[in-house]
């Protein structure tokens, strides 16, 4: 399998296709350029040559607290370990950072839950996550499953 590697910023223009590809079949969140860019340290992707076949990022939300966002595989790639490769890549940045709690909303909670995720109800994650829900049209009528992930961290 191609490595997992940090993105570059020649990598978003085709980052912000293939996550949009998914949210325009309201499979996942849609995420702007300028998200993106903004956010670009947070990202992982794996390439194939020069085409970005998946990505995944790990956004900190406290000091305790990270978000798993934006998990994308393309569908010629799927199926093949990639998107597990990319959340252990996440998780193990969090508990590189010291971060004990990892979450995320999605709709595909059953595989999340193949790496320790269990349900959560969005209500008992602290306001801060919100402030990024205020900006999604879905607000407030998430349709999300909210998980979360309890990680050993180094001491
Ligand atoms: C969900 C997604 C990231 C999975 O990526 P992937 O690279 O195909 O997953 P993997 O090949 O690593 O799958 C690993 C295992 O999880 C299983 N799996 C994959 N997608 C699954 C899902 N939606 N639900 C439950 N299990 C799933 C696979 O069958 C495989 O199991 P196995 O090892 O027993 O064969 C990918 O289908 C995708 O990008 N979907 C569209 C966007 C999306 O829904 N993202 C996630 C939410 S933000």
């Known amino acids: 399998m191609n490595p997992i590697e940090k993105a570059r910023i020649q990598d978003v223009p ?16 849609a ?9 670009i340290r947070d990202f992982f992707v794996v390439r194939q040559g020069e085409r970005v076949i998946a990505c995944a990022a790990l956004h900190v939300s406290w000091s305790d607290l990270a ?11 799927q199926q093949q370990g990639i998107g597990d490769k990319l959340v252990q890549a996440c998780l193990k940045e969090a508990s590189e950072l010291g971060i004990p709690t990892v979450f995320c909303f999605t709709y595909q909670p059953a595989f999340f839950k193949r790496h320790k995720f269990v349900d959560i109800d ?3 994650l602290p306001r801060k996550v919100w ?6 049209p879905k607000f407030p009528d998430c349709d999300e ?11």
Not at 14 to 29: P, Y
Not at 31 to 39: A, Q, T, V
Not at 67 to 77: K, N, Q, Y
């Open 14 to 29: 085709q980052m912000h296709r293939l996550i949009n590809s998914f949210a325009d079949k309201g499979e996942m969140l």
């Open 31 to 39: 995420r702007s350029l300028s998200e993106i860019y903004e956010n």
């Open 67 to 77: 978000e798993i966002r934006s998990v994308a595989v393309a569908d010629d790639s």
């Open 122 to 124: 969005k209500m008992e």
């Open 131 to 136: 402030t990024d829900c205020l900006r999604c």
């Open 145 to 155: 499953v909210a998980l979360i992930c309890h990680l050993e961290v180094g001491v």
